[in-house]
């Protein structure tokens, strides 16, 4: 059983042709969220003897990802995604995720990955409270199928 500071969730950012992988800057809260859309597949040539039972069918899959982070100031943009970077990547292209293990010194040190594939970032929600940390939430829309690592 791990806990949930070493799940950490990377996004690709691109600079020139180069695409690089970077961790939430000061994340909190990560939340994944799968869903599939079902249709009532029930005909007179089901088998239940009973007749009692519907059948379904999945007709649609979906998931979004959701984060929280504390925006930070002077917070190393080459390392890792901030503030700035989901609002600039907040277009019609797709980002790529990879959700992994962390360890070592800030839990920097990449692991196990689990999950991968492609999102849009369909909403950033920037709250700062008097006398709170400001913080930020994102939600990202999946895009495509999801890659479970082996």
């Known amino acids: 059983m791990d806990k949930g ?13 180069t695409s690089q992988k970077k961790v939430i800057a000061l994340a909190t809260d990560f939340t994944f969220h799968a869903s599939a859309t079902t249709e009532n597949s029930t005909t007179k040539d089901s088998t239940d003897v009973a007749g009692m039972w519907d ?12 984060i929280t982070a504390m925006i930070g100031v002077g917070t190393d943009a080459d ?3 901030t503030l700035n970077d989901f609002l600039t990547q907040m277009t019609d292209t797709p980002l790529q995720w990879e959700l992994a293990i ?8 990449k692991g196990t990955s689990i999950a991968s594939g492609d999102c849009k970032i369909t909403s950033v929600n920037p709250v700062g409270q008097n006398r709170q ?18």
């Open 5 to 17: 500071q070493h799940l950490r969730l990377l996004l690709s950012k691109t600079v020139g042709q």
């Open 55 to 66: 059948e379904f069918e999945v007709t649609a899959k979906s998931y979004d990802i959701q």
């Open 79 to 81: 390392s890792a995604q």
């Open 102 to 109: 962390f360890s070592g010194a800030n839990n920097r040190v």
């Open 133 to 150: 940390f400001a913080t930020y939430s994102a939600t990202l829309n999946g895009y495509g199928a999801i890659t479970i690592a082996s």
